[in-house]
């Protein structure tokens, strides 16, 4: 399916990245693996799991090269994209899944680590696609080219995962965007949700995983793989759950109760009006993964 195809996976050193990245070599793409190679907070780097997946994509019938940068980092965005360029000559998609998790409380979470979370989900987003777009009007192709872009379940929020929870929304309204301006250009933009076991799950409190079966992640290829091939051509502006034998749309968020008055609201008759209109209603005590 993807045989001449080149992709561009970032976070492909672990997890969900790897197994895509694997993945797609298996279908005959040509693939370019980025990771910096730190801990799941984003501390350290090692080049070690990114030459270990390219390894892996070689092996499952694929050509790769590697790419030991971040992410998030406008230039070595660029030059990621620029070196995947002169190796294969072309570049259809990039499936981007770089991403580190700092949870804390509200009070006890650092400024830094916010921008820290921030920046390698949304920052990552931006420099990857502003990238591909920069290379696209350089360089015609014939067929369209794919970008897709990572969420979570976590994007509904969750006790201790403010950053995270944030930057997760935050790649759903990314998309959105980033889709309508460029439906005419040749580049679909798409979400992912992934339902699959990854380092980051450990980070997540207990009351949050226990009991869930959670799939690997080697099932999230086959997803990737068509929304990177030519069979999803058109295919713009969704997001797309995927996890274990499930695959689903997301919808976006919409206005599900209404209520009207014709002399309009005060704040005694929205009082009068709220709890029998709307009736029962989850204000903290959501489903934690509605997306599941």
């Not at 206005?255 to 002399?263: G, K, M, S, V």
Request: proline share 4%; net charge negative.
């Amino acid at each position: 399916m993807l045989s001449g195809k080149t992709v561009v996976v970032t976070g492909a050193g672990h997890g969900v990245g790897e197994a895509v990245a694997i993945e797609l070599g298996r279908y005959g793409a040509n693939v370019a693996v980025n990771d910096l190679g730190t801990n799941p907070e984003g501390d350290g780097s090692d080049p070690e799991p990114a030459e270990t997946t390219a390894e892996a994509v070689r092996e499952a019938g694929g050509n790769a090269i590697t790419h030991f940068g971040d992410a998030s980092s406008m230039e070595e965005a660029e030059e990621l994209i620029t070196r995947t360029y002169e190796e294969f000559e072309r570049v259809d998609g990039i499936a981007n899944f770089a991403g580190i998790v700092r949870n804390d409380r509200i009070a006890d979470l650092s400024r830094d680590d916010w921008n820290a979370v921030i920046d390698v989900h949304l920052g990552s987003h931006f420099a990857q696609l502003r990238a591909l777009v920069r290379h696209a009007e350089k360089h015609d192709l014939d067929s369209e080219r794919s970008f897709l872009g990572t969420s979570s379940g976590a994007a509904v929020g969750g006790y201790g995962q403010l950053a995270y929870s944030t930057a997760k929304a935050g790649v759903l309204g990314f998309v959105r965007s980033a889709s309508d301006e460029l439906r005419d250009s040749g580049i679909r933009v798409n979400a992912l949700v992934p339902g699959a076991e990854s380092r980051q799950n450990s980070y997540f409190p207990a009351s949050d995983s226990e009991d869930r079966s959670i799939p690997g992640p080697e099932h999230i290829g086959p997803t990737v793989g068509f929304l990177m091939s030519d069979e999803a051509e058109g295919v713009n502006g969704l997001t797309i759950r995927a996890s274990g034998e499930m695959i689903g749309l997301v919808s976006d968020p919409q206005a599900t109760r209404l209520a009207f008055r014709e002399d309009g609201w005060t704040p005694d008759t929205i009082a009068e009006r709220f709890h029998t209109t709307f009736g029962e209603y989850e204000s903290l005590d959501r489903k934690r993964y509605p997306l599941e």
